[in-house]
């Protein structure tokens, strides 16, 4: 009975290798060239002169094993038997021989998978995970997700956007999803709402003191028993108090509502790295579908689809343009809320004589 | 006791449209009666589609591991499990891919009959940090599950107080654009750190990405709190007859309007004889021309990375974006792997000593001030760090000359090489 444990292996990170599709092992590093010959595919040519073309499809990230079974057959039919994920959940199929592209990017479509997501196109919105499994969310990712993908579908499947467009969803203020061209994020707009029957048993009290960004949080007594209390007039409902301690409850489904973000920018091409910024707030968390978000969304996209020039990203065709065109194009209005005056907030403001007429 | 399937009429309305639906995919498994995993699926639309009528979230966390483990597992307990008791537990897995997320279809095959046996057949490729996520196994399931996918050479990732799991673009794979061995890089510096993501006890998460060029195709400079993006120190490569293609097809207006006004610091001009000319010294090899041009141009040859620490998103501060802290290392020789290797190590280290309670890298940076983090590192001050220098004159300066004598030192090293 001396039945020992198993004891974990600590590979790490396992080597591509085995997995990849062997002209990409044999290339790998030695690749001269590239040209997209329709959305969603690449073309690579290599310097030994072997070519691969990469049809890219969109999934659904979420993925029952169904799914992924009916990937990995397609995949077996059509692209030598393997696959690889971008970082926005897209599936890329690899095939050596052109001929194949075009009954590949048929198999896709037919069984439901949107072939594109590359070039100057609307990617796969990068997303986190919302009411289906997280512990802190204001509301879902991945329905979100769908909803807006069902109504950007067309500029997903074409690369007709001036340069590529990347949007990213969080379903509370930590911002899980990141920067992007647009960010759909929550926006709470109520302080937390204290269980104080709680808070002494589930929350180390200092630790939750020292994550609040503004100092609002402070011991308390309340009914006899130790908690915490919300100073509400600096208190700016950011909600990073509710992880640590779950009883100071900052997701309502009124009062949570969603913002949107543009001119994040993660890459260092042409212009630096850049933070969205805010443009539009109090949305409803109007599941299933959140219209009024699709609304605004599109309005930007619209506005940025007609007006930038080509390889501007969101962030520069408004840097060119100015905010007040960006108000003026999009309709949005610009309120007190979208003059920044957090730490370094000064430095957003116009200190020159330049002024948009 | 087979549980109902749930009345689900706000999720049902996800089956609409275009776009593949994670509700048709959960339904599937929800429906498969003789799969273990029916009945937690069954509940687990059902909670769900509570969460859609209140808008609200009822998943707790707790304590859940695997055996050896500090990490890697996300506990999820329903608040809710009185009405959903199926899904009381709905734990993840989190599983780093194979680099640069390439897989066989056996490997894929392989991952979905683990998870049919031992959780609820639902996957996720990928999580925001680049984890394949195993969603939703209960409490006992998760060893199992994770024995089966370690034998196939597969290891959790990270989660709390840790190194988290990395992320490299496609790179050397399949992009003429890349700059270093990626997946190299980030096996070389995820794998000698190992320790730090299975049993964290570090102030707060510590993330690296690998990205071959600008472009940063997996975000690590805002999204990492070590960015290695790739770049080259030499000249970049021009094909001059395809060049003039581009130019026969474009048109010298789109290319001008396209390829050198674009060109954020003046680099390049249209020659009257339809060649470009690239100025080097003033390129920043931000890869916009190379991105538009892709058969006429690409990186130079003396390749390498450029190193950005700090990036990370609003909590506490602020947004913060990664700065450089090395402007360029070579990634030439596995020599140069280990040395990056071993400067990630480094600068670990130096947070876990240094940062406090739930104090990410650039905040630490941001309280003690960059000098404070290269000295401590034993890295030299360049003006590539700095947008501009400081236009503050609250410093003390009593010990210019001798700094003013290490930039000479380092100067007449550099020119002796």
Same mark, same amino acid.
């Given at each position: 009975?001396?039945?020992?444990?198993?004891?974990?292996?600590?590979?790490?990170?396992?080597?591509?290798?085995?997995?990849?599709?062997?002209?990409?092992?044999?290339?790998?590093?030695?690749?001269?060239?590239?040209?997209?010959?329709?959305?969603?595919?690449?073309?690579?040519?290599?310097?030994?002169?072997?070519?691969?073309?990469?049809?890219?499809?969109?999934?659904?990230?979420?993925?029952?094993?169904?799914?992924?079974?009916?990937?990995?057959d397609?995949?077996?039919?059509?692209?030598?038997?393997?696959?690889?994920?971008?970082?926005?959940?897209?599936?890329?199929?690899?095939?050596?021989?052109?001929?194949?592209?075009?009954p590949?990017?048929?198999?896709?479509t037919?069984?439901?998978?949107?072939?594109?997501?590359?070039?100057?196109?609307?990617?796969? +919105?990068? *997303?986190?995970?919302?009411?289906l499994?997280?512990?802190i !969310?204001?509301?879902? $990712?991945?329905?979100? /997700?769908? &909803?807006?993908?069902?109504?950007l579908?067309?500029?997903?499947?074409?690369?007709?956007?001036?340069?590529?467009?990347?949007?990213?969803?969080?379903?509370?203020?930590?911002?899980?999803?990141?920067?992007?061209?647009?960010?759909?994020?929550?926006?709470?707009?109520?302080?937390?709402? +204290?269980? *104080?029957?709680?808070?002494?048993?589930?929350c180390?009290? !200092?630790?939750?003191? $020292?994550?609040?960004? /503004?100092? &609002?949080?402070?011991?308390?007594?309340?009914?006899?028993?130790?908690?915490?209390?919300?100073?509400?007039?600096?208190?700016?409902?950011?909600g990073?108090?509710?992880?640590?301690?779950?009883?100071m409850?900052?997701?309502?489904?009124?009062?949570?509502?969603?913002?949107?973000?543009?001119?994040?920018?993660?890459?260092?091409?042409?212009?630096?790295?850049?933070?969205?910024?805010?443009?539009?707030?109090?949305?409803?968390?109007?599941?299933?579908?959140?219209?009024e978000?699709?609304?605004?969304?599109?309005?930007?996209?619209?506005?940025?689809?007609?007006?930038?020039?080509?390889?501007?990203?969101?962030?520069?065709?408004?840097?060119?343009?100015?905010?007040?065109?960006?108000?003026?194009?999009?309709?949005?209005?610009?309120?007190?809320?979208?003059?920044?005056?957090?730490?370094?907030?000064?430095?957003?403001l116009?200190?020159?004589?330049?002024?948009?007429? | 006791?087979?549980?109902?399937?749930?009345?689900?009429?706000?999720?049902?309305?996800?089956?609409?449209?275009?776009?593949?639906?994670?509700?048709?995919?959960?339904?599937?498994?929800?429906?498969?009666?003789?799969?273990?995993?029916?009945?937690?699926v069954?509940?687990?639309?059902?909670?769900?589609?509570?969460?859609?009528?209140?808008?609200?979230?009822?998943?707790?966390?707790?304590?859940?591991?695997?055996?050896?483990?500090?990490?890697?597992?996300?506990?999820?307990?329903?608040?809710?499990?009185?009405?959903?008791?199926?899904?009381?537990?709905?734990?993840?897995?989190?599983?780093?891919?194979?680099?640069?997320?390439?897989?066989?279809?056996?490997?894929?095959?392989?991952?979905?009959?683990?998870?049919?046996?031992?959780?609820?057949?639902?996957?996720?490729?990928?999580?925001?940090?680049?984890?394949?996520?195993?969603?939703?196994?209960?409490?006992?399931?998760?060893?199992?599950?994770?024995?089966?996918?370690?034998?196939?050479?597969?290891?959790?990732?990270?989660?709390?107080?840790?190194?988290?799991?990395?992320?490299?673009?496609?790179?050397?794979?399949?992009?003429?654009?890349?700059?270093?061995?990626?997946?190299?890089?980030?096996?070389?510096?995820?794998?000698?750190?190992?320790?730090?993501?299975?049993?964290?006890?570090?102030?707060?998460?510590?993330?690296?990405?690998?990205?071959?060029?600008?472009?940063?195709?997996?975000n690590?400079s805002?999204?990492?709190?070590?960015?290695?993006l790739?770049?080259?120190?030499?000249?970049?490569?021009?094909?001059?007859?395809?060049?003039?293609?581009?130019?026969?097809?474009?048109?010298?207006?789109?290319?001008?309007?396209?390829?050198?006004?674009?060109?954020?610091?003046r680099?390049?001009?249209?020659?009257?004889?339809?060649?470009?000319?690239?100025?080097?010294?003033?390129?920043?090899?931000?890869?916009?021309?190379?991105?538009?041009?892709?058969?006429?141009?690409?990186?130079?040859?003396?390749?390498?990375?450029?190193?950005?620490?700090?990036?990370k998103?609003t909590?506490?501060?602020?947004?913060?974006?990664?700065?450089?802290?090395?402007?360029?290392?070579?990634?030439?020789?596995?020599?140069?792997?280990?040395?990056?290797?071993?400067?990630?190590?480094?600068?670990?280290?130096?947070?876990?000593?240094n940062?406090?309670?739930?104090?990410?890298?650039?905040?630490?940076?941001?309280?003690?001030?960059?000098?404070?983090?290269?000295?401590?590192?034993?890295?030299?001050?360049?003006?590539?760090?700095?947008?501009?220098?400081?236009?503050?004159?609250?410093?003390?300066?009593?010990?210019?000359?001798?700094?003013?004598?290490?930039?000479?030192?380092?100067?007449?090293?550099?020119a002796?090489?």
């Open positions: 009975m001396s039945d020992k444990p198993r004891m974990p292996i600590e590979s790490g990170v396992p080597d591509p290798a085995p997995y990849m599709h062997p002209l990409m092992v044999s290339n790998y590093g030695n690749w001269a060239w590239h040209d997209r010959p329709r959305p969603g595919v690449l073309h690579h040519v290599a310097k030994s002169g072997d070519e691969i073309w990469t049809v890219k499809a969109g999934t659904q990230r979420q993925m029952d094993i169904y799914t992924i079974r009916k990937l990995a397609i995949a077996d039919e059509f692209a030598d038997g393997h696959v690889r994920f971008t970082a926005r959940s897209n599936i890329e199929f690899m095939v050596s021989d052109e001929a194949r592209v075009a590949l990017i048929d198999k896709l037919g069984e439901g998978f949107p072939v594109g997501g590359t070039g100057n196109s609307i990617s796969m +919105i990068s *997303h986190t995970q919302g009411w499994h997280c512990d !969310p204001g509301t879902d $990712a991945s329905g979100v /997700v769908k &909803a807006l993908m069902d109504v579908y067309d500029d997903f499947v074409r690369e007709e956007m001036p340069n590529r467009v990347k949007i990213t969803t969080s379903c509370c203020q930590i911002n899980c999803g990141g920067q992007g061209d647009i960010a759909i994020n929550i926006q709470h707009t109520k302080p937390p709402v +204290i269980n *104080h029957d709680l808070v002494s048993n589930m180390e009290r !200092p630790a939750v003191i $020292a994550r609040c960004p /503004v100092a &609002a949080i402070r011991p308390a007594l309340v009914n006899g028993k130790p908690s915490l209390e919300v100073d509400e007039r600096k208190c700016v409902c950011c990073a108090c509710y992880p640590p301690c779950p009883p409850q900052i997701n309502d489904p009124e009062n949570s509502k969603l913002a949107i973000w543009v001119g994040g920018k993660h890459s260092s091409t042409r212009s630096s790295p850049a933070f969205h910024k805010l443009v539009y707030a109090g949305l409803p968390n109007n599941a299933p579908r959140w219209p978000v699709a609304e605004v969304v599109t309005r930007i996209l619209r506005a940025y689809k007609e007006n930038a020039k080509a390889w501007e990203r969101m962030n520069e065709w408004i840097e060119r343009i100015g905010w007040p065109k960006f108000f003026e194009l999009t309709g949005l209005p610009f309120t007190k809320h979208h003059i920044d005056d957090w730490r370094g907030g000064r430095y957003t116009n200190t020159s004589s330049h002024v948009h007429f | 006791m087979a549980n109902k399937m749930p009345d689900t009429p706000l999720l049902d309305q996800l089956e609409d449209g275009p776009w593949p639906s994670f509700v048709t995919g959960l339904k599937r498994l929800a429906q498969d009666e003789d799969k273990q995993y029916a009945p937690m069954k509940s687990l639309l059902g909670q769900l589609e509570h969460s859609y009528e209140t808008r609200k979230g009822y998943w707790k966390g707790g304590t859940v591991g695997v055996r050896g483990y500090g990490a890697g597992i996300i506990p999820r307990f329903s608040e809710v499990a009185g009405k959903y008791p199926e899904s009381k537990e709905f734990h993840t897995l989190r599983v780093m891919p194979p680099a640069g997320m390439h897989y066989s279809t056996k490997l894929l095959r392989d991952m979905c009959d683990i998870w049919e046996r031992n959780g609820s057949g639902l996957i996720a490729f990928h999580g925001q940090s680049g984890d394949i996520m195993f969603q939703a196994a209960n409490t006992e399931q998760l060893q199992a599950a994770f024995d089966e996918l370690n034998d196939l050479g597969f290891d959790l990732g990270g989660a709390g107080a840790g190194l988290r799991t990395s992320m490299s673009c496609v790179g050397s794979a399949r992009c003429e654009q890349s700059c270093y061995d990626e997946s190299k890089a980030m096996r070389e510096v995820i794998n000698s750190m190992l320790d730090d993501m299975h049993r964290p006890s570090l102030p707060y998460k510590f993330k690296a990405k690998f990205s071959g060029c600008a472009n940063d195709c997996v690590a805002h999204r990492s709190d070590f960015a290695v790739g770049t080259w120190a030499d000249d970049m490569k021009v094909d001059q007859e395809r060049f003039k293609d581009y130019v026969a097809t474009m048109g010298r207006k789109e290319i001008i309007n396209q390829v050198i006004n674009m060109c954020p610091t680099a390049l001009e249209l020659n009257d004889d339809d060649t470009l000319g690239v100025d080097n010294n003033s390129c920043v090899r931000c890869m916009h021309c190379i991105n538009v041009l892709t058969k006429a141009l690409s990186p130079g040859d003396v390749k390498g990375c450029t190193i950005l620490v700090g990036g998103r909590l506490k501060i602020g947004d913060l974006m990664g700065s450089v802290v090395v402007p360029f290392m070579r990634l030439e020789t596995d020599e140069d792997y280990e040395k990056l290797a071993d400067l990630a190590q480094r600068v670990l280290d130096f947070f876990a000593e940062a406090l309670e739930h104090e990410r890298t650039g905040e630490m940076i941001e309280r003690i001030g960059l000098v404070s983090f290269l000295e401590g590192l034993g890295l030299d001050v360049d003006p590539n760090m700095v947008k501009h220098p400081r236009t503050s004159s609250y410093v003390r300066t009593d010990d210019w000359d001798q700094e003013v004598e290490k930039w000479n030192k380092r100067k007449q090293a550099a002796a090489e």
